[in-house]
């Protein structure tokens, strides 16, 4: 039996799997899972798109978002502001 490798990008095709996704993500409190995460959207919507609408270089985003990576925030931040993605606080349990 043959496997493919699963790509979460495949699935984030509605802002409804998007917004569970990252909201998944954000509950497990994991900077690198985040990044991760943050790539994965990233591919779904099209780097290039990405790249133009946050005013980074797609080699910055790729650098920004690949396993291991340390972002500054502000990278994070633009690249969340061009995904239009917005975080909201709220007290931990």
């Known amino acids: 039996m043959k496997y493919t490798k699963f790509d979460?990008?495949?699935?984030?095709d509605s802002e409804e799997a998007i917004t569970a996704?990252?909201?998944a993500?954000?509950?497990?409190?994991?900077?690198?899972?985040l990044i991760a995460a943050l790539g994965d959207i990233a591919r779904a919507r099209g780097m290039?798109?990405?790249a133009e609408d946050s005013g980074l270089?797609?080699?910055s985003l790729y650098k920004a978002l690949r396993p291991g990576a340390k972002p500054r925030f502000d990278t994070i931040f633009r690249i969340m502001k061009a995904l239009n993605i917005n975080i909201q606080a709220k007290a931990m349990p």
């Open 8 to 12: 979460a990008a495949e699935f984030l």
């Open 21 to 23: 996704y990252l909201s």
């Open 25 to 33: 993500v954000l509950e497990e409190n994991d900077p690198d899972l």
């Open 48 to 50: 290039a798109k990405l």
């Open 57 to 59: 270089n797609r080699e």
